[in-house]
């Protein structure tokens, strides 16, 4: 099947500083690209849905302005978590979507980054 | 967002089979039934999906029920890597909203 990879995979981070989580899809075009968060003992989250080349559509309760994606090709997508926080501290996953996000297509996850905010 | 219910955990003797139910009641006519499971510390897993007829792949079964307001998914001998979360998605437009999903466990 097609591959996700994300980097980094771990990441300990200062209050107040900025990380970037690239997200890259190894052997197909992503049109589409998500990104999730999961807290210990949760679920996934969906934090946001990007389609290459335009702005990314942020789920309800999502700061946009805090979590910065870029999609810029269709084989990479980044989010940044802008002035970090510990509770931003958490397990942040994307995927992929080859075919466009459409409900027939299945997503591709990355294998996750874990991020924490001391 | 989640529509779907799922029992928080299940166990399964090693060799036999699982069924794993998924009630999603308020499914649409164009609603896919998507499962994927997800492993400790990794990103989810896709295991199998259908519409409207039971599908098979080498993963696992699915089995929808007639109305569509429920599915079973079907692992035909549970293995100690099948240990996992598994999450029963209905895929309305171009998101996925994951549910409490399935912990199974494999006793050896």
């Known amino acids: 099947g097609a591959v996700v990879s994300q980097h980094p995979s771990r990441v300990i981070c200062k209050s107040g500083t900025s990380v970037k989580i690239e997200c890259r899809s190894l052997?197909?075009?992503?049109?589409?690209m998500f990104w999730y968060r999961q807290f210990p003992k949760q679920s996934l989250m969906l934090m946001a849905t990007?389609?290459?080349?335009?702005?990314?559509?942020?789920e309800q309760g999502v700061e946009k302005d805090k979590f910065l994606i870029n999609h810029a090709s269709l084989t990479l997508s980044t989010l940044t978590v802008t002035s970090a926080h510990p509770e931003d501290s958490s397990f942040y996953i994307c995927?992929?979507?080859?075919?466009?996000?459409?409900?027939?297509?299945?997503?591709?996850f990355g294998p996750g980054t874990r991020l924490t905010v001391l | 967002d989640a529509k779907t219910t799922q029992p928080n955990s299940m166990e399964s003797n090693e060799e036999e089979p699982v069924h794993l139910p998924c009630n999603h009641s308020?499914?649409?006519?164009?609603?896919?039934i998507h499962w994927y499971r997800q492993l400790p510390s990794q990103g989810p897993e896709y295991v199998i999906h259908?519409?409207?007829s039971n599908v098979n792949n080498r993963m696992a079964s699915l089995a929808i029920a007639e109305d569509r307001k429920s599915s079973t998914l079907i692992l035909h001998r549970a293995t100690l890597r099948d240990a996992a979360v598994y999450y029963c998605?209905?895929?309305?437009?171009?998101?996925?909203?994951f549910g409490t999903g399935t912990s199974l466990t494999v006793i050896p």
């Open positions: 998605i209905l895929i309305t437009g171009n998101q996925f909203y």
């Open positions: 308020t499914i649409s006519g164009t609603d896919y």
């Open positions: 990007s389609n290459e080349g335009s702005k990314a559509t942020y």
């Open positions: 259908g519409l409207t």
């Open positions: 052997d197909f075009q992503a049109t589409t």
């Open positions: 995927s992929a979507a080859s075919g466009g996000a459409y409900s027939y297509n299945e997503q591709f």
